[in-house]
């Protein structure tokens, strides 16, 4: 698989089994197949999550931050793998350690999620991740995960 490849909203889709409200991932670049990658989340005010969090003042909840840089990692692991399209895989979150969250992020944001592998034991992935709003750092988490064949 080429460097630099960008995956659309349609085959994000076919590597996550996430769907609206929980898919938070619009578009991935991948910098190095299956070790770093950026992906992309486009915010409005449209997002189910900022009716309630908060209703005059609409921030996007750490918790889901922390899940779209999980998302991306997850999408990142499985653009490494040659056969992706025709297996069909789940990626099971173990673990989020050294969690900071750094600035609020609103409607009308663009948050990039930047994560890369840091370590690899047979099928579970450590990513360390860091999402920016405006090349500025809004949060960032080392996640552990497991992928798994359906």
């Not at 409200?21 to 197949?33: I, K, M, N, T």
């Not at 997850?74 to 673990?95: E, I, N, P, T, Y």
């Not at 991740?129 to 988490?141: F, R, T």
Request: charged share 25%.
């Amino acid at each position: 698989m080429a460097e630099n490849k960008i995956y659309n909203i349609d085959e994000i889709m076919k590597m996550l089994p996430h769907r609206y409200p929980f898919l938070l991932v619009d578009r991935l670049e991948v910098e190095v197949p299956g070790e770093k990658g950026i992906g992309l989340k486009n915010l409005t005010m449209n997002e189910l999550f900022f009716q309630g969090h908060f209703p005059n003042n609409p921030i996007m909840p750490g918790v889901l931050q922390v899940e779209a840089m999980a998302q991306t990692a997850g999408c990142v692991v499985l653009s490494g793998a040659d056969d992706w399209q025709d297996k069909k895989r789940s990626v099971l979150f173990m673990a989020v350690d050294n969690v900071k969250f750094r600035k609020p992020v609103r409607p009308g944001d663009q948050m990039k999620m930047h994560l890369e592998k840091v370590k690899v034991h047979r099928n579970i992935f450590v990513f360390h991740g860091i999402s920016k709003v405006d090349d500025q750092v809004v949060s960032e988490a080392d996640l552990t995960a497991m992928i798994i064949d359906e």
